[in-house]
Structure formats: C-alpha cells, structure tokens
C-alpha cells in the first residue's frame, strides 16, 4: 500500500488532505491549551479561596485556631493549597509535553509539506514543459512535411512547363531538395524529442512522484502516531498526581481525626477562667431593730461595722464584685455614642454619653441598695489616661480577670524577649562586621556601624525596661492569684515598692478604684469616700484634648442628648478626636464646650502634623 502508486494522479485530493491533518492537530493543541487555563485559573480560584478562609495575622482570628477544630479546618486549607498545585502541575505538563511539543512539531510539518509539494510541483511543471516542447517539435514536424510536399509540387509543375526557363526549373529543385532536408531535420528532432519525453514522463509517474507521495504518506503517519503519543501523555499527566491529591485527601481525613472535643472545652476553660471564686451567701439584713453593719468575704457591701477598727487602705479586699460589675462601663462614657449616627440631613439620637464621667457619692445605704448601686453606677479609676478610645485595654491589661491578665503579660515578656535576641543578634552580627572592616580597612570603614550600633543598644535597653515593667505588673498579679503562695506575692510587693513611677501608682490605683473590668472592693467607707475625691481631683487635673484639625458643619444637628452638641450649618469647630469607624466625630466649640456629632455630617480637615491625626492615602 503506497500512496505513490495507488494515488499518482491524486495530487490536490493529497494535498488537501495533509492540510486537513495539521489543521486538525491544531484543533487538539487548542483544546488543550484551553484545559491547561481551566487548571490554572481552578488552582487560583483554590488558592484565593484557601487565602480567604486563612486566619489573619495578629487577629482575634487567628487565636481562634489554638482549638483542634479549627486546626483542623486550617489543616484542610493547607491541604487545599496542595491540591491546587497538583492542578498547576497538571497545566504545567500539559503546556511542556504536549502543548509545546506539539506546536513545534506542527511547524515542521508545515515546512516539511511545503517542501514535498513544491517538489511535485516542481515535477509537474517539468513534464509539462517536456509535453510542451514535444508538441512544438511535432507541429514543426508537421509543418516542414507540408511545405516539403508543396515545394516538390512546384518543382515538378515547373518541370513540366516547357515555357519555363531551364533557371527556373533549377531554382524550383533546388527549394524542393532544401524543404525536403528541413522535412527530414524536423523528422529527427520529433523523433528525439518523443523518445526523450517517455523516458520523463516514466520516470515521473513512476519514479518522482510516488517518491514524493510516498513522503507524504510517512509525514502523515507521523502526525497520526504524534497524536496517539500525545492523548497517552494527556492522560498520563493526570494520572502522575493522582497519589499526590490522594495524599492531600488523607491529610484532610487524618486532621479530621485529630479533632478532640475533650481539648477543646479545656482550652475553653483556660482562655476564660478569670481566677475569681464565687461569691459567698449575702447575709440577713434585719431592719425590725437597729442594725451593725458587718462585713464579711461574702458580703458585697462597702461599709464597716460599728465599733470595728477602720482597714488600712491597701489592706486584702474581701469581696471579689467581678461577676456583678458591668464590663467596660468607664468606656461606654469615654468613647463616642454606641448608637449609629444619622444618616444626614436627619436628626440623630445617640445614646448618652457624657463628657466626663462624674464621681458618684458614696453613702451609708442598706446592703440591697449598695448592690443595686454596684449594678448601675459608673465605676472609679485613677488611671483614665491608660485607656484608650474604641474599646482598647490599658497597657498592663488590668481591665482582665487575674489568670487572663497573667497570662497576656507573660505573653507580652516573651515576646519582648524575642525581640530582645534578635535586636542583640544583630547587634553580634554589626559587631563582627566593624572586626572585619578593622582587619581589613579595604572591605570598609569600621565607623560605618556605629550609628547603628548605637541604636540597636538603644533599642535593646528600651525593650529590657519594657520587660522589667511587665514582669513587674506580672509579678503584681500572680501575687493576688489564689493560687499563687505567699513568696510570689512578697515578691510581687518587694517590687512594687522599688517602683514608684506612673507603673506603681497605676497599680495601686487599680487595688482601690474599678478600671471599667473589675475591682477588688474596700471594706471600709471612709476610704471609699477619699478615693472619690481623688478620682475627682484625676479629672480636674485632665488636660483638654489637643486639637488636631478644623471641621465645618454641612447640616444642621440637634444634640438633644449627653456626649452630643448641637451644630448649625456652615459652622466651623475643632477636631479633637476623630472618627474611629463608628460613625462619630468628637468636636470642641471652645474651651469649655465639645461633644460628639455625625461623621456625616462635617467635612474634616486633619492636620497632619498633628498629633493623633492620621494620613489619608
């Protein structure tokens, strides 16, 4: 079976037809270019979802994950990740072992059919030719033979003439004689040119031709056995990561089979667990006859009993009033209202808030009216610049239960210590560097690194200050734990007296007056009552919030309630705290009067090189 021979006189249906197969590998090419794009844009869509279910960095989130569950659904889009990159291996392959190779195979072919029907034409054109010039040696032929026949004619006619001259005649035969030599010249050439047109057009259809044909044929089976080739590797790219998903697959079973329901309550139990112990029995309170205010661990009141010695401020408290006191009670007055502004040009009513706190009086009350006081009132504290706007704990975290303040404090000095090591790290490294730049004055100047030496040990000073202060504050509260014996807390107080910085005056504050989180309650009123007065003295001495730029009024805003002021359109206020994401802005119209009103509601004009004022980009 050749094409050559059963197709000699095939040659546009074959040329057709080999165009029609590197049309046809094209097509597959195409198809799958296209399946690559549909893994690679599948293993993104994977991946940007994997990202998206990540836990973010430093993230209330990202503690979230410290339960097996979590973990485990972690461990699900790690996994998910790796299941992607299978796909990518999958569009990687396919685009190196079969798109790649493919499109260049195509190329060739294309140059290798181009180059086989130029030589058929090519053939073609020389029999043509050859047939061509055949023909015009056989109509020359043809030619000759009838003026030879026509010149013999007028010879003998003029032979026969006896009027004509015997020149004449002579003439006549000799034009005879030299038609019949060109008859018999054309003869020849014909004859020659026959023969020599047989041997090529044999040599064509059978020699040339099926030579050609017969390239052809094998640059056909080529691409035929090339696509066989590449649907086996189309097929064997999936089949090489299949162990690999399968892997993928397992690890998603085996962090399934990792959750333990039992370690996650613990972990519940240890991340809330505030240390306090429940408060005992609340004693009778007898109003048929004159009453001797008791106090008692169990009691949840303030006053002392008659006849009793006054405590000490300072001294242990005796009633822990954590589970009774409202949380974050101080912030809901130091922040803006908890209500969502109104939508301009309406009229908003945010909840009251004041702009200061004010310092409730403290009375000889019954016990039932002492606790309904502790239910509602505001509570006291010394450290109000501690705190911050938005909700934010003080930096000792002394608005959390005892076992979860230790546990971020020692949080904070490991990490300060982390940072300690790496800042003495490099200190090593600058360090070794200015040896080599001593010994070898050519590699560089040794007082390149000074400045920076000198500022990573003023780094690493300030971070060694910074962990005395927090192991101090934590010293400070795994004495109070009941847990905690006796040795932590005269350690806990030795260090206490050795600071008497804002640090320890901060914390003493924190042992008699509430920070918005809980409090451990004085057993006696008078000292009750000395507290209140410093509390009021803390927010005499308060200096005004600095301004931080200018605002104009848009509309018009009635500020009918406490911690809002009125505005009128066009009107021009301060900025003395800005907009946090709740909606509020806090504005001063002069040195005594500010409040909060709608974001919305004023254009802000920040200044930035204010202090607390934010860059916009």
């Given amino acids: 079976m050749s094409w050559g021979t059963e197709l000699w006189d095939q040659f546009e249906n074959l040329e057709k037809h080999t165009q029609w197969g590197i049309d046809f590998l094209e097509k597959y090419i195409k198809f799958v270019k296209e399946r690559t794009e549909i893994e690679i844009n599948y293993a993104k869509q994977l991946r940007n979802l994997s990202k998206k279910y990540q836990p973010k960095k430093n993230s209330k989130e990202e503690e979230e994950y410290k339960y097996t569950s979590c973990k485990a659904f972690q461990t699900t889009l790690t996994e998910m990740t790796d299941y992607a990159g299978q796909h990518e291996v999958i569009s990687e392959n396919m685009t190196l072992q079969i798109t790649a190779e493919l499109t260049r195979f195509v190329q060739e072919m294309k140059q290798e059919k181009k180059s086989h029907f130029h030589d058929g034409r090519k053939a073609q054109q020389h029999i043509e030719t050859c047939w061509k010039h055949l023909e015009a040696s056989k109509r020359r032929f043809e030619r000759d033979c009838k003026e030879a026949d026509r010149a013999q004619q007028y010879f003998e006619k003029m032979d026969a003439d006896i009027n004509v001259t015997k020149a004449d005649v002579e003439k006549a035969r000799q034009q005879a004689q030299a038609r019949n030599q060109m008859a018999d010249d054309s003869k020849s050439d014909y004859s020659s040119t026959l023969q020599k047109f047989n041997v090529e057009q044999h040599e064509h259809y059978y020699t040339h031709i099926p030579h050609i044909f017969q390239k052809l044929q094998e640059m056909e089976e080529k691409r035929i056995v090339r696509l066989c080739e590449s649907l086996k590797i189309y097929a064997e790219v999936d089949r090489q990561v299949v162990p690999i998903i399968g892997k993928c697959l397992d690890g998603i079973t085996k962090a399934a089979e990792s959750i333990d329901q039992t370690h996650d309550s613990q972990l519940v139990i240890d991340a809330f667990k505030s240390g306090f112990e429940p408060p005992g029995d609340v004693e009778f309170e007898d109003f048929s006859q004159p009453m001797k205010r008791t106090i008692s661990e169990s009691s949840l009141s303030n006053s002392r009993s008659d006849g009793k010695p006054e405590v000490k401020f300072g001294s242990k408290s005796k009633g822990k009033l954590w589970p009774f006191i409202k949380k974050n009670k101080l912030m809901s007055l130091l922040t803006s209202p908890h209500q969502p502004p109104p939508p301009p040009p309406a009229s908003a009513s945010p909840s009251a808030v004041p702009n200061g706190p004010q310092s409730p009086k403290q009375q000889k009350e019954p016990l039932s009216h002492r606790l309904n006081e502790f239910m509602i009132s505001k509570p006291k504290i010394h450290c109000f610049r501690s705190l911050k706007r938005g909700g934010a704990g003080p930096e000792d975290f002394s608005n959390l239960p005892p076992e979860q303040r230790r546990k971020k404090l020692q949080q904070k000095v490991d990490d300060l210590n982390k940072d300690i090591q790496k800042e003495i790290d490099q200190r090593d490294a600058l360090t070794k560097m200015k040896d080599v730049y001593i010994k070898n004055p050519q590699m560089g100047d040794p007082a390149s690194v000074d400045q920076k030496l000198a500022e990573l040990g003023h780094n690493i000073e300030k971070l060694q200050q910074e962990v005395q202060k927090f192991q101090g504050w934590l010293a400070e509260v795994e004495g109070r734990l009941p847990a905690r014996n006796e040795a932590l807390r005269r350690q806990s107080g030795a260090y206490e007296s050795q600071n008497t910085s804002a640090v320890s005056n901060c914390a003493q504050d924190r042992e008699s007056s509430p920070d918005g989180s809980y409090t451990e309650e004085q057993s006696q009123e008078n000292e009750v009552k000395v507290m209140t007065t410093d509390f009021d003295d803390e927010f005499d001495d308060e200096e005004p919030l600095p301004s931080i730029g200018t605002c104009k009024a ?64």
């Fill in 554 to 617: 848009l509309y018009s805003f009635e500020g009918h309630n406490e911690g809002t002021i009125s505005v009128t359109e066009g009107e021009v206020f301060h900025v003395i705290e800005e907009d946090k994401g709740d909606g509020w802005t806090r504005v001063r119209r002069n040195e005594d009067e500010e409040g909060y009103v709608p974001t919305s509601y004023v254009e802000v004009y920040l200044d930035r090189n204010a202090k607390g004022a934010m860059t916009y980009i």
